[in-house]
């Protein structure tokens, strides 16, 4: 199945005279980047949210990573969130992976990448620069170690903390990354993945839940940080930035965008709505797809802006069938 001019293209296996399709996460974003489109990155902490990310990923053909962070791993389980993944990319043949967001410690990290995630976060930048340094080449070394086709991202400033509704916005101005620290980190820790700060921030603002303000982002940085750190790059805290911004932003270099804020409102609007629409219901099954209507409305809006950031509509090449 093609859609647009480009496709994903994965890998053909036989096993036991059975052909089987195979897709990598690093061939999938290095296709996606010379298209010119970014892949989405939406974090998950129930059924309901890999529900929607799923149905609107495959509505519209494009690649997609699912993304948990510590906290919500413990939640749903971290093999158990694995296992899920893993059954939709093998019976339906599409390349949905696997990121664990923001890890703090390698020994939870080293649970992930057993567990089968395809990428790690592996966060220590509210460590001084040369520590987290050190720490993350290590986490590098240890984790290619247990397997070597995981992708290990990185991350370097200051871009805040808690993917949730802020009052007040916290000052980054002085946590930005320059090209300059982007190479030494990349060069000196062997990550896949750069997680730079270019004026994105996690969470969102009142006012940037209601409409009225948007994230900007430093566009010239962003293409600065990419020839200097010559990686991938991911953009954390997409909830709630300036639509424009963000189609510049894959067009200077960012190669995944994160989505969690904008998801978790639609998740809480969509399961009061089911409620109050229902009041007397007890079936789960019945109340809850209001709230998977809701996600997915916005896991499809920003699946179509970062698929057509470099004017290019993509799709997924697959032997999907059902
Ligand atoms: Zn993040």
Known sequence: ?????????????????????????????????????AIGHFNVADLVLLKAV????????????????????????????????KSLRE????????????THSLAKAVDAVKAGFDAVVFDLSALPFEQNVRQTRE??????????SVLVEGEIGDIGTGSEIHTQAPDLSRGLTT????????????????APAVGNMHGMLETMVHGETRKRLDVERIRDVKAAARVLLT????????????????AAGINIVHINTELRVAW??????????????????RILPAAVDAVREVTSSRLKLFSDGGKALVGVSSGARR
């Not at 953009?235 to 894959?250: E, M, Q």
């Open 179 to 194: 090209p300059d620290d982007a190479r030494r980190f990349v060069e000196s820790t062997g990550i896949d993945i750069l």
């Open 91 to 102: 019976e339906f043949e599409f390349p949905i992976f696997l990121n664990a967001d923001h």
């Open 139 to 148: 986490a590098v070394e240890a984790l290619k170690g247990i397997n070597p």
């Open 1 to 37: 199945m093609t859609v647009g001019g480009c496709c994903f293209q994965p890998v053909r296996t036989e096993h036991h005279g059975e052909e089987h399709v195979v897709y990598a996460l690093r061939e999938i974003l290095a296709q996606a980047q010379a298209a010119g489109s």
């Open 235 to 250: 953009l954390h805290g997409g909830s709630g930035t300036d639509d424009d911004d963000l189609r510049k932003a894959i």
């Open 54 to 85: 799923f149905a609107s990923a495959r509505d519209l053909k494009v690649p997609v990573l699912v993304g948990a962070s510590e906290g919500e791993r413990e939640f749903i389980g971290t093999r158990q969130l694995a296992a899920l993944v």
């Open 268 to 285: 809480r609007r969509g399961l009061e709505d089911g409620l109050a629409k229902k009041p007397k219901e007890v079936v789960p099954y």
